[in-house]
């Protein structure tokens, strides 16, 4: 390289620090104790003119938080003279800002006040002016993010205060997020799962349950409801409490919110208390005894209820059926042609060109034919997969709902996902739904399922188990943290039985029973703790492949270890050397 190359280079890396340097001087993590606490009495603030207005509260979010803390830093300390507007210096506007620290959701409203003011000056100089009323008191609104700051020399300070909605999240609220709570009856606030939004968006909640645990010990299904109060654990301390929701396919999430009860609030900790997102989610207790593959879904249902289904000819109706899930499906009738009916989604760009199984539910009032009576086909952007064609003897029983899968993978090439049936022959047959889960893969305990778009926010994961022809129906994965989650150990031929094993788990207790276990492994529950017994009294020499499950009443589900023991014919102790230094 020449003298000449290396001195334009230098020059080049100069120019690019000195761009990205205002960038990367402000640290949006850190906040001093003052301000801290600056943001979060302006978030209470906040919704307690809400309440006035007659709208639900904001849960106080981390990213737009982040976002919000940085453009008030650059509104000070990179403008030369006092600055008033939502433009930040690298040209980007608040729909800019938000993504950029983080949010999946929609954003781009913002309030700012340009200088120091004290939170409920800030709210009130906010609601006199009409344009920064309407975003404070906006109904479509579920996070805010609040960020102050204030140069130590000078006084200057900028506040920025940024509004955002994630369709993914469906937050709970403790007392209007105040900070801290003498009473340990607390309000909640519950927002309801809007309306889906394509074929993976959620569904709004019909049931629900309450908690001061993750675990939702001594907790119980009650119908939906916004409000409700709650009786935080006695003393004084981070009260956390946790709300599972639940639709009528069985799709679960779960969110909290922290409170602090008592008087001597510990300001540095406000910061642990934010909503956040995660970009996975990891599973425990995965286990099947024949089956070495599984599948996960994030509730991923498409039914006739959406939007885009309909007929497209021949004889069609929507019918109500206590048998189909969410309670109706779609009838495919009798005509002298084909009956064909479609459901489609526009541009799904989060699963683009990902591999999926699409499971579809079907139904027929005749089972006999030996002759093709359906067919469906997915055309997954521009590509299509299928059709499946199925005889009347490919299901089970005639009237009962059964279901089939079609691997496809949705590529951008044509903006549509589209789902289509047929019926074929001389029956009718009923569309109840389509559940959509990962490509198969191996079985791992814990397991990490990299969430599509990066933005886990406590949605409940469906599993099925699979062999790539054989699947089973799915069920509820567990995210509760065991430790370890699979134990493997080894046991002498016709010896003793090898000393307990233990387990940890936050959600384990004493009154816990085994639900389900191999002949050769028992255990016994204490507060946080499973102990495992192995008796091998019996077995061969060989290795051997197990779990077990704990469960109280009405934990749904249990808590699975998964146990893989070899029996050998020799153990041998062996010594490591004593090194003196």
């Known amino acids: 390289m020449s003298d000449k190359t290396i001195k334009l280079w230098g020059y080049f890396v100069i120019l690019c620090l000195l761009t990205i340097t205002p960038t990367l001087a402000f640290d949006p993590t850190l906040q001093t104790h003052e301000l801290l606490l600056d943001e979060a009495l302006t978030v209470y603030y906040g919704n307690l003119a809400r309440r006035n207005a007659g709208q639900p509260p904001l849960r106080w979010n981390r990213q737009l938080t982040y976002a919000s803390r940085w453009f008030a830093w650059d509104s000070v300390e990179n403008r030369a003279t006092p600055y008033c507007g939502h433009q930040d210096t690298n040209g980007q506007w608040p729909s800019d800002r938000a993504p950029r620290f983080g949010y999946i959701g929609s954003s781009g409203a913002e309030n700012a006040y340009c200088g120091y003011m004290r939170p409920q000056d800030a709210i009130n100089g906010w609601l006199n002016s009409p344009g920064h009323r309407a975003n404070l008191l906006a109904a479509g609104h579920r996070e805010i993010g609040l960020g102050y700051y204030r140069r130590a020399g000078d006084g200057r300070g900028y506040i920025a205060q940024m509004f955002g909605n994630d369709a993914a999240y469906a937050p709970v609220i403790i007392e209007h997020e105040a900070v801290n709570t003498l009473n340990p009856s607390v309000a909640l606030y519950i927002h309801q799962t809007d309306a889906p939004v394509g074929f993976f968006g959620r569904r709004p909640a019909s049931e629900m349950m309450v908690a001061d645990n993750p675990c939702f010990l001594g907790a119980s299904w009650q119908p939906f409801a916004h409000e409700t109060r709650f009786q935080l654990p006695p003393g004084e301390g981070w009260r956390t409490v946790y709300v599972k929701t639940r639709d009528i396919y069985g799709a679960t999430a779960v969110v909290s919110d922290t409170i602090y009860l008592g008087a001597n609030l510990p300001v540095a900790e406000i910061a642990t208390t934010l909503s956040d997102r995660q970009p996975s989610v990891t599973l425990y207790g995965l286990y099947h005894p024949t089956l070495p593959h599984v599948q996960l879904s994030l509730g991923w249902l498409v039914d006739e209820t959406y939007g885009t289904f309909q007929l497209l000819w021949g004889i069609g109706e929507r019918v109500a059926d206590p048998a189909a899930w969410g309670g109706g499906a779609f009838r495919l009738g009798l005509t002298s042609g084909e009956t064909s009916a479609w459901v489609y989604d526009y541009n799904p760009v989060v699963f683009k060109d990902r591999p999926l199984v699409a499971y579809v ?221």
């Open 361 to 581: 539910r079907l139904k027929v009032a005749n089972n006999s034919s030996t002759s093709e009576v359906a067919r469906f086909s997915i055309k997954g952007g521009g590509v299509e997969y299928g059709p499946l064609r199925l005889r009347g003897i490919d299901f089970a029983t005639a009237g009962q709902y059964q279901e089939f899968a079609l691997p496809f993978t949705y590529h951008g090439n044509d903006p549509f996902l589209i789902f289509q049936f047929w019926r074929s022959g001389n029956t009718d047959v009923f569309v109840d739904a389509v559940t959509i889960f990962t490509a198969p893969q191996p079985i791992a305990n814990p397991l990490t399922l990299a969430v599509p778009d990066g933005n886990y926010r406590g949605q409940g994961v469906w599993v099925r188990y699979t062999d790539g022809t054989t699947f089973t129906p799915f069920s509820e994965g567990s995210t509760i943290p065991i430790k370890p989650a699979t134990v493997s150990i080894f046991a002498q031929y016709a010896a003793d039985p090898p000393a307990p094993l233990t387990v940890s788990s936050p959600c384990v207790r004493a009154d816990w029973q085994v639900v389900q276990s191999e002949p050769w492994l028992s255990g016994s529950a204490e507060d946080g703790t499973m102990r495992l017994r192995i008796n091998h009294t019996g077995l061969p020499i060989g290795v051997y492949e197990g779990a077990i499950t704990f469960a109280a009443a009405g934990i749904t589900p249990g808590l699975t270890v998964t146990v893989r023991l070899q029996v050998v014919e020799q153990l041998f102790t062996v010594y490591t050397p004593l090194l003196q230094r």
